[in-house]
């Protein structure tokens, strides 16, 4: 399973963004400044935006998911229990093992960003594509569910998921970082000898390297960690 970016680029308006790489198994971060061209290239990736040059191959991946930034362009049913069918998914299951008993009979469009976000990563869980593309999928989310969705991720090694975000505070273990910076996709390569070149890091890994500490991947936990290791 693979998916190559054979020196694309991609035009969103008068911004311009060139990229080549492969994203095999494991879970890739994208990080980058506002405006850097994260959601383009997501799009791209997902095939809402056609490229102007180069082409993206996608080989071994029978199933895709691109969840969209705003969860609310997801919404296609006027009732989260439609909601959850349109998903392909039964409502009582996904109620009772998520905890949406109490919405069910309510309009998706009503429900807090948070919670929207909440019900749409819940399909997508129990979906669990071989290509998840994840657009910011921390916006809208208290640091509990942040972190269910981490550990959600945990178990998708043997598939494909890409997050493209801005967060800094709650990451994911990540078997790969990449970066976009200056109209160009770079990647750094695999955790932990990507953290070392990782431009757009977090302040708590800033502070980390600064100190000699190189932890074993991206988390606070895994910098606590490696400090602990360090003074024992
Ligand atoms: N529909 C559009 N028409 C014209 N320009 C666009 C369009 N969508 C995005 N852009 C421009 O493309 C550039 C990259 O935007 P993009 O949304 O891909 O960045 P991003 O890194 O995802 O930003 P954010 O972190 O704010 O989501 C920006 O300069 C933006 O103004």
């Not at 009732?79 to 109490?102: C, H, M, Q």
Request: aromatic share 6%; hydrophobic share 35%; charged share 30%.
């Amino acid at each position: 399973m693979k998916i190559t970016l054979d020196n694309i680029t991609i035009k969103n308006g008068d911004f311009i963004l060139k990229a080549d790489g492969e994203f095999e198994r494991g879970v890739h971060l994208i990080t980058g400044k506002i405006g850097s061209g994260k959601t383009s290239l997501a799009m791209a990736v997902a095939g809402f935006l056609k490229v102007s040059g180069g082409r993206i191959e996608k080989s071994g991946t029978g199933s895709e998911i691109y969840s969209m930034q705003n969860p609310e362009h997801h919404v296609t049913a006027e009732k989260v229990r439609k909601e959850i069918t349109s998903w392909g998914l039964n409502p009582e299951f996904i109620a009772d093992r998520y905890g949406f008993e109490e919405m069910m009979d309510k309009d998706p469009v009503l429900l807090s960003r948070g919670e929207l976000k909440k019900l749409e990563l819940a399909c997508i869980a129990e979906r669990n594509p071989d290509l998840l593309l994840l657009d910011e999928p921390f916006s809208s989310l208290d640091c509990v569910e942040k972190k269910k969705l981490i550990s959600n991720l945990c178990n998708r090694k043997d598939k494909i998921t890409i997050i493209f975000t801005h967060e800094q505070a709650v990451l994911p273990k990540a078997d790969y970082i990449w970066e976009t910076e200056e109209g160009h996709l770079i990647c750094h390569g695999k955790t932990p000898e990507a953290i070392l070149r990782w431009k757009n890091c977090p302040q708590y890994i800033t502070e980390a390297l600064r100190r000699g500490i190189i932890p074993d991947n991206i988390t606070v936990d895994d910098v606590m960690e490696a400090l602990c290791r360090m003074q024992g």
